[in-house]
């Protein structure tokens, strides 16, 4: 058992590190307070080979493995959260799909502007009716002469106002209940329009958006074949859960730098307030917690990388890191008190942000169902 990063890893981790350090942190706040879309930060991220850091190099990718990616999304996050949000929906949402589900013609076409950072990438799955409960979607596919007509509505859509290329799901059985009438297609921005920007709590540098459709595409976007696309969708989940699990742990190790570098300077009572009890407990279980969130998600990653099963282990090292993200922001706010509790200081952001990962790629509710149900010998059904 090794938990030694290669030197191939370590060299992507500190090269993000460094950009992140030089091009994101600087901007951070601006962005979240303007509520600004960083185009040109994604465009340096294309040249450094990291918006396509795990896809093949035939493809236009670099070539690294699952773990690496990893690595840049919780760099990335430490500096942004928004940043690293758009990076893994674009990578694990429609990039890895289209490689693991297209057709030859659909991966020549599609994986190497988006690997290249070319194109960006966005995942079209949930409605308004339809977010925990996937396989409720009302948006509509029929065949037709000129291949396949889609209509309906989506919502809450990262990268939407600005994706070229769209993994949309629609029901194309309507007599079949549930899941399995769901079919995927790969669609381009002139297929769908953005009704409206959503104005979020966190993640304020990312685009997230309601969009309708009603449009006809030809045969040869179905993704997989008919009927399939929820199957899809889930084995998409698998691996995206892990990325927003290392989301959750840039968010939180970000908060506890702050924390500590504060506890250090800050005096009370004659001394820096890292030398009273509580504040050196508080930063203790951070620390710890934090360690243990890597650790799931390192794990869930390998497996991945591994072609091993890894469903159960990626619900848990969401699960688990999102709620340490949630938990160790507001403990960085406490530690930092009155002043983690404004603007000035970059904790109140991190809590904001870090809110969300218990929600999106599944909720911690569902995490714990799908857990349950693996331990339990159904992760065969739906969820």
């Not at 620390?287 to 282990?313: C, D, F, N």
Request: glycine fraction near 10%; charge should be negative.
């Amino acid at each position: 058992m090794d938990f030694e990063l290669t030197s191939e890893q370590r060299e992507i981790q500190e090269l993000t590190r460094e950009f992140a350090a030089s091009e994101i942190t600087p901007c951070a706040s601006e962005w979240d307070r303007e509520r600004l879309f960083p185009q040109e930060v994604f465009a340096k991220l294309a040249s450094l080979g990291l918006m396509g850091v795990c896809v093949p190099e035939d493809v236009g990718g670099a070539g690294s493995d699952f773990l690496s990616y990893i690595l840049v999304l919780e760099e990335l996050s430490r500096a942004d959260a928004g940043v690293g949000v758009t990076l893994a929906v674009h990578t694990s949402a429609c990039t890895l799909p289209l490689l693991a589900f297209g057709t030859p013609e659909q991966v020549e076409r599609y994986v190497p502007p988006l690997a290249r950072g070319e194109a960006l990438g966005a995942f079209a799955l949930t409605e308004a009716g339809a977010g925990s409960d996937a396989g409720a979607i009302v948006s509509h596919g029929s065949e037709s002469p000129a291949g396949w007509h889609l209509s309906g509505a989506k919502q809450w859509i990262t990268n939407g106002s600005f994706a070229d290329t769209f993994i949309l799901f629609a029901r194309t059985e309507p007599d079949v209940a549930g899941s399995r009438g769901i079919s995927a297609f790969v669609v381009d921005a002139d297929h769908v329009t953005v009704t409206r920007e959503e104005h979020k709590l966190g993640l304020n540098s990312s685009s997230t958006v309601d969009l309708v459709f009603d449009t006809d595409v030809p045969a040869n976007r179905l993704l997989g074949t008919r009927g399939q696309g929820f199957r899809i969708a889930m084995a998409t989940l698998d691996g995206g859960r892990i990325g927003i699990g290392a989301q959750a742990v840039g968010i939180a190790q970000a908060a506890f730098d702050v924390a500590c570098a504060y506890a250090r300077e800050r005096r009370a009572f004659g001394k820096a307030i890292g030398e009273f009890q509580a504040i050196q407990h508080k930063l203790a279980t951070m620390a710890t917690e934090i360690e243990a969130a890597r650790l799931l998600v390192y794990r869930a990653a390998w497996l991945k990388q591994s072609g091993k099963p890894h469903t159960m282990e990626g619900a848990q090292a969401k699960l688990f890191a999102s709620e340490v993200a949630r938990r160790q922001t507001a403990e960085a706010i406490q530690v930092l008190g009155g002043y983690g509790y404004t603007k000035e200081a970059p904790v109140e952001r991190y809590f904001r942000d870090a809110k969300v990962t218990e929600i999106y790629e599944g909720t911690s509710e569902i995490q714990r169902l799908v857990i349950a149900r693996a331990l339990l010998g159904q992760i065969g059904r739906d969820v």
